[in-house]
């Protein structure tokens, strides 16, 4: 028998990352050696305070059901860190803890979107961007980011997509996959539109504290955003956490509202003992953050200069994140094809462009969140797969 669906369910996307990382490992299951160059989270281990604080809470009762938007320190020392980093003036109640960024997507655009909508969202970008908004019924309108311009959306032809149904912009700066960061004047235009045209702007700043130069400006701070910007943060990737699965969304007053009580009608809360690690993470020693970021800083410096020594690719600087993002256009093949050449032929899982939209055709996404020597295995066979293509 075969089930049927609710026709919601064929307008959902996935991610790639989770579908290459299975071929990758059934290729490893035959004997072969693959680098993973595909998932996009920290290869350290968690911090051992953080790690300490959760075995404590669970061993001292922290295993009961908790506040759907969260714990109440825990919510108190996120307004703080978000306050202090980005110089807003957030309350807590502002605050809902979720199980991972991801969830202030889903709830955020079930919350605010439906059909006859309209939503920007940067392409290439995060799929489950593209994913929530197809899923929510409303129209999802791509505005494409250039390699020519360092990956940072166009203002003026952000203005040419918005239209009286727009609803809802999202941003991600530093970005996945390009490691592409707005620029204050970007940001200040983007406000600008934001507020003459009542838009609800999704500012995903997961990547805040992945930043290799300068400081991370959110668009929170400009005249008239806080009362419509909604802030996604999270302990994945900047406490290399992404399986506790934690995060948060700062939102508007109403929306916290609508969103805890999309909170109630799911997970009724986040784990209450991850947000004890996660309050461990926020308060205790953050030396851990400077060095992942530092080792991620010489990871980068590297797979950059070695993707751009090899003839047919070229890459230009990510400035946050871990991925780089180059042009394999020179190759003569496609993205795909050249993605699925390299894990199949040459033992190196990566990312096709068009995994994260259709301006990403052209392009590879490799997260360079793997060690010196992985990474140095990886650009030999990436130079090897180029070189028999030409030859
Ligand atoms: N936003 C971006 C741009 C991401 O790349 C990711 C994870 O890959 C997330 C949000 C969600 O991360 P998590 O749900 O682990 O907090």
Redesign the pocket.
Known sequence: MSVRLASRMGRLGTETAFEVLVRARALEAQGKDVVHLEV??PDFDTPENIIDAGVDALRSGWTHYGPAAGDANLREAIVNYINGSRGTSFSADQVVVTP????V?FFLMLALLEKGDEAIFPDPG?P?YQSMIDFSGAKAVPIPLREENGFRLDVEELETLVTDRTRLLII?SP??PTGGVLERSDLEAIARIAVEHDLIVMS?E??AELLYEGEHVSIATYPGMAERTVI?D????TYAM?GW???YGIFPQDLAASISKLMVNSVSCTSVAVQQAGLEALTGPQEKVAEFREAFRKRRDLIVNGLNAIPGISCILPKG?FYAFPNITGTGRTSREFADLLLQEYGVAALAGTSFGAAGEGYLRLSYANSEENLTKALDRIGQAVKDLKG
């Open positions: 996009g989270e991972g960024g991801k969830p997507m995060f489950i991600n970005a996945n995903d997961i990547y996604l999270g302990f994945s990737k992404t699965r934690l995060g994140a």
